[in-house]
């Protein structure tokens, strides 16, 4: 059976734009690709993307990058997008680097008219301390940390949008969006276990999706992890298609 055919054009424009969506604190661009550190909080943030199809990585690079994530105490991350060549595949995986994480990417067409935005939402263009310590109070391990998530957040330079939506008048999930250049990411999607089942997810991603359109955006795109089937029926419900998948893949060091 043929492999489906991947808009590697829209690949890219979603790639490029999640950099500045999710900002790690620090971000180098080596030999075409974007290595970011953000103390652990979160792979995107912590891993090395290429920015071009086709994306090589030489020996002398893939050197580097191991040890920067080194010297940063972070194991070297790398993920394996379409950008990425088969070549370059092959031999990190040769390598050592292990499947940590496999995610889709999708995409979603909106419409002021079809995409309102919600009364019961609220946003602001910057993430406020009840914002950070909302979604971080309703996550576990490392992305407990506020300190960390309000260093990636404080970073971002272009219109957003952090929605909380509300319940019976009280906090109940939350989310963000950033708008650049005609697409909008949506992330961070978070809603209180003890309502969960209740539909506020997709209404705060209705809500996100109005804010988008709002801001003139013809595109919205989203990351998703591939054993979160809940998550992914609720996006495809929202008119969301699979435009890729990828692996986010880690090197143990010893």
Same mark, same amino acid.
């Given at each position: 059976m043929d492999? /489906? +055919? @991947? =808009?590697? %054009? #829209?690949? !890219? $424009?979603?790639e490029n734009r999640i950099v500045n969506a999710w900002p790690a604190p620090t971000t180098l661009v080596i030999d075409g690709w974007v290595v970011r550190f953000a103390n652990g909080y979160s792979g995107r943030a912590n891993s090395a993307s290429s920015l071009h199809q086709g994306g090589e990585m =030489? *020996?002398? &690079? #893939? *050197?580097l990058v191991e040890r920067l994530y080194a010297e940063a105490g972070l194991p070297p991350r790398i993920r394996f997008t379409p950008l990425v060549a088969e070549s370059a595949r092959r031999r990190l995986a040769a390598r050592g680097y292990r499947i940590e994480t496999a995610s889709f990417g999708m995409v979603a067409e909106l419409d002021r008219d079809r995409h309102p935005q919600l009364p019961e939402m609220i946003v602001g263009p910057q993430a406020d301390a009840a914002w950070i310590d !909302?979604?971080?109070g309703h996550q576990t391990g490392a992305k407990r940390n506020r300190e960390h998530l309000s260093a @990636? +957040?404080?970073g971002v330079r272009l /219109? %957003? $949008?952090? $929605?909380t939506l509300l319940h019976e008048g009280r906090p109940a999930a939350y989310a963000m969006s950033v708008a650049e250049r005609g697409m909008a990411e949506i992330g961070a999607v978070i809603v209180d276990e003890s309502l969960r089942g209740r539909g506020l997810g997709k209404r705060l991603m209705q809500g996100l999706m109005g804010w988008a $359109? %709002?801001? !003139?955006c013809a595109l919205a795109y989203l990351q998703v992890d591939q054993s979160n089937g809940l998550a992914f029926e609720m996006y495809r419900r929202l008119g969301f298609r699979q435009l890729y998948a990828y *692996? &986010?893949?880690r090197l143990d060091l010893a």
């Open positions: 492999k /489906p +055919v @991947i =808009d590697l %054009a #829209l690949v !890219g $424009a979603c =030489d *020996e002398a &690079t #893939l *050197e !909302g979604v971080c @990636i +957040v404080s /219109p %957003a $949008a952090f $929605a $359109a %709002a801001q !003139g *692996e &986010t893949r």
